[in-house]
């Protein structure tokens, strides 16, 4: 029971074994199609442009603007308890979401700790005020110096300067022994121009911590080493980026058919949108090409039940946690 008096579900991250779905997946004929190569001349959809993936989700989170499409994810401060956190030394942990979508993530989170200061992006304009509109209905307290919102594509424009600038970089660094080698842009970093003078008024200099929730599987698989490597830029030395997102032979994957596949575990809706299902190679291949050390890694396997239609679903999500190494 939780402190407003209501019943917390049960959850469970272990409901059957990955493998065990895995060889079933991959002995049933019908299923072929989703484990096998994929030609990129086989699809026109694969060569959607970045415009075109941002106006899918534009339209897809306006169709789906309502009360009844959102659902808190609760179940996150489960999975990720460094969030409810707070220590003597970060009295106010600063928190970046990436693709915050109506803010079914960030709610919880600002209700359960009271200091965490949350800065959410999306691609999407119209996406951001809808999120806004939903906080600002369901808070329980004020979260108006709290909570901030800005529109961005990582996958393709990076984040904004006042994130982490050269100045407050540099600034930082200069009061540690250490060198710029993980900012060398020979590593693949964005190093970036110091602020304006209007950014520089905002400037945070740094989160403590990043949240990827089914966000990278929307971004087309070429462009994901960009986003990941942005996330470890703007991340203070130390901090942690929590992910999760599809995994490997997730219900959802199972339900395309051939014809909607734009890439190997790549796929594309009818509305243009489209979804990556990761396995825990390909995650962690990204991460630490980008730097990050490697802390928590694993397929969560949960049976979902439809009470209504008697049917239970088998779900794979990909569970992880990833740091940025600290200063020595």
């Known amino acids: 029971m939780n402190s407003e008096g209501e019943v917390e579900a049960e959850y469970f991250s272990k409901d059957f074994e990955w493998e065990e779905l895995r060889s079933e997946i991959e002995s049933n004929p019908s299923l072929r199609h989703h484990f ?3 030609s990129s001349s086989s699809s026109s959809s694969s060569l959607q442009s970045p415009q075109s993936d941002v106006q899918a989700w534009k339209q897809f989170h306006t169709r789906h603007s309502t009360g009844k499409f959102f659902k808190e994810r609760r179940y996150l401060l489960k999975e990720f308890p460094e969030l409810l956190s707070s220590s003597p030394s970060n009295s106010n942990p600063k928190l970046l979401e990436v693709g915050c979508g109506n803010g079914s993530t960030i709610l919880p989170i600002l209700r359960a700790n009271k200091d965490i200061v949350v800065y959410a992006c999306d691609c999407s304009d119209e996406t951001l005020e809808k999120a806004k509109e939903i906080i600002t209905a369901n808070a329980v307290d004020s979260f108006k110096h709290r909570f901030y919102t800005f529109c961005c594509d990582v996958s393709t424009n990076g984040f904004p300067n006042w994130l982490a600038c050269n100045t407050c970089r540099d600034q ?13 842009e020979d590593n693949g970093l964005h190093l970036r121009e110091s602020c304006s003078s209007d950014e520089f008024d905002r400037c945070v200099g740094g989160v403590d911590f990043i949240t990827l929730i089914f966000t990278l599987s929307a971004v087309p698989l070429e462009r994901m080493p960009k986003s990941i490597k942005e996330c470890f830029t703007v991340l203070k030395p130390g901090g942690m980026v929590l ?24 796929y594309m809706r009818s509305d243009g949108t489209r979804s990556y299902f990761f396995c825990l190679n390909t995650v962690r291949n990204l991460f630490l090409g980008a730097g990050f050390i490697e802390l928590e890694l694993d397929y969560c396997c949960v049976k979902s039940v439809n009470r209504k239609k008697g049917k239970s679903m088998r779900r794979v999500w990909v569970h992880g946690k990833f740091q940025k190494p600290a200063l020595q």
Request: positive net charge.
């Open 36 to 38: 096998q190569s994929f």
């Open 172 to 184: 930082f660094l200069q009061k540690q022994s250490c060198c710029l080698s993980d900012f060398k």
């Open 243 to 266: 992910f999760r997102d599809y995994g490997l032979y997730d219900m959802t994957m199972l339900r395309f058919e051939s014809d909607k596949r734009v890439g190997f575990r790549e």
